[in-house]
């Protein structure tokens, strides 16, 4: 199965070397640097990828961190 790069947005495979585990998930990288960037740093990656491919009514998540629910 192919899973997206957050730092640079590139599909990679989800067995590949460069995976991270951050919160409940696991983030899966093109490459050491890449992973390395996401290490120092993730919550810059964590917010767009959590606020990529929302949907109507789901949350939204601020750059502070906090979800804020969309009013139908």
């Known amino acids: 199965m192919k899973k997206t790069d ?11 070397p460069h995976q991270t585990q951050y919160g409940d998930r696991t983030y899966h990288f093109c490459s050491a640097k890449c992973e390395n960037d996401f290490v120092g740093n993730p919550l810059r990656y ?22 804020v629910q969309s009013r139908s």
């Open 46 to 67: 964590v917010d767009k990828s959590r606020s990529v491919g929302s949907t109507e009514g789901s949350p939204k998540i601020l750059p502070s961190g906090r979800e």
């Open 6 to 16: 957050v730092v640079c947005g590139m599909e990679v495979d989800e067995n590949g």
